[in-house]
């Protein structure tokens, strides 16, 4: 009786453990953005990502990523500028479309809290006539 009494613990600590929670939650809520463009342009915001339409002439798009977070990394840059980031911020300097009617790139970044993250992503679709 003793050793089936211990075998029905082992086996319940068992399924316990299994069913702790030590994978990364990749659907946590930690951060929302904030853009401001320097020159016109169009924003449709969602809740990680955000699609901008600016017309074709050089100008800053500023991301501010809010929230509670240790850090961000950005994993992919659109060849349509060029990319700094820095303490919860993002900025794209957008050159000026030569002879080209439009150009579309996606800037991709993650954010990370403890073993917590969140992909988010910025498209931006430069037009000569907006």
Same mark, same amino acid.
């Given at each position: 009786?003793?050793?089936?009494?211990?075998?029905?613990?082992?086996?319940?600590?068992?399924?316990?453990?299994?069913?702790?929670?030590?994978?990364?939650?990749?659907?946590?809520?930690?951060?929302?953005?904030? !853009?401001?463009? $320097?020159? $016109?342009? $169009?924003?449709?915001?969602?809740?990680?990502?955000?699609?901008?339409?600016?017309?074709?002439?050089?100008?800053?798009?500023?991301?501010?990523?809010? /929230?509670?977070?240790?850090?961000?990394?950005?994993?992919?840059?659109?060849?349509?500028?060029?990319?700094?980031?820095?303490?919860?911020?993002?900025?794209?300097?957008?050159?000026?479309?030569?002879?080209?009617?439009?150009?579309? /790139?996606?800037? $991709?970044?993650?954010?990370?809290?403890?073993?917590?993250?969140?992909?988010?992503?910025?498209? !931006?679709?430069?037009?000569?006539?907006?």
């Amino acid at each position: 009786m003793k050793i089936l009494l211990t075998t029905i613990t082992v086996v319940i600590c068992l399924i316990i453990s299994g069913c702790s929670s030590d994978e990364p939650d990749h659907e946590a809520d930690l951060f929302s953005l904030a !853009v401001q463009l $320097e020159g $016109e342009g $169009e924003l449709a915001m969602g809740i990680h990502d955000c699609e901008i339409i600016v017309p074709g002439n050089q100008q800053y798009i500023s991301i501010d990523i809010i /929230g509670d977070y240790d850090y961000f990394r950005v994993t992919a840059v659109p060849d349509i500028g060029m990319v700094t980031s820095g303490d919860k911020r993002i900025k794209i300097l957008l050159t000026n479309n030569l002879g080209e009617t439009s150009r579309t /790139g996606t800037l $991709e970044f993650t954010v990370y809290k403890g073993k917590s993250w969140n992909k988010g992503t910025v498209t !931006v679709l430069s037009l000569i006539h907006i």
